[in-house]
């Protein structure tokens, strides 16, 4: 019973090392291309790291497409900054924990409860940053007329389409 819980945890933190790690590719991917990630992405939201991005891509090209005055950027901006210093946070929070966690496993005696307990805490924290990127997203849309939020979403299509 020992080994079969230590291969499912064992698993689990495999698997969720190499999500990261493919979060990470993914996020890399984008910045090389100078890329936002489309915010109505639940799954990945917004990954932008300079303070004037928004999370749907290029201002000048949004307010062009979409219709966005200067004052729904400004607050878009402002969204954003505040998005992106909540994620920060709890990435900070996050990696200390997975390290402990590589730790633990390399251990001759691996402690299950101290396995489960770091895995809890940093499934909790990813659960906490994916409802932030929907509160995020909600957001912003709280600020488009309904006709800019139909050209936002023909958009990140056309966007998605592009970058398959």
Request: net charge positive; with cysteine; hydrophobic share 30%.
């Amino acid at each position: 019973m020992k080994k079969f819980l230590l291969i499912i945890f064992g698993s689990l933190l495999v698997a969720s090392m190499w999500a990261s790690s493919a979060d990470a590719r993914h996020e890399e991917r984008r910045s090389r291309h100078g890329q936002e990630e489309e915010y109505a992405d639940e799954g990945h939201g917004n990954r932008g790291h300079m303070r004037g991005q928004m999370c749907f891509g290029d201002p000048d090209r949004m307010k062009k497409k979409v219709g966005l005055s200067d004052e729904q950027i400004k607050k878009i901006e402002e969204i954003n900054l505040k998005f992106h210093k909540q994620l920060l946070e709890k990435r900070e929070q996050i990696q200390p924990r997975n390290l402990k966690l590589r730790r633990l496993l390399l251990e001759k005696e691996i402690d299950l409860d101290d396995v489960g307990e770091l895995l809890r805490e940093v499934s909790g924290l990813e659960a906490e940053i994916r409802l932030d990127r929907i509160k995020h997203r909600i957001e912003i849309e709280k600020l488009l007329t309904e006709d800019q939020k139909k050209k936002m979403k023909r958009e990140m299509r056309r966007d998605r389409k592009d970058n398959d």
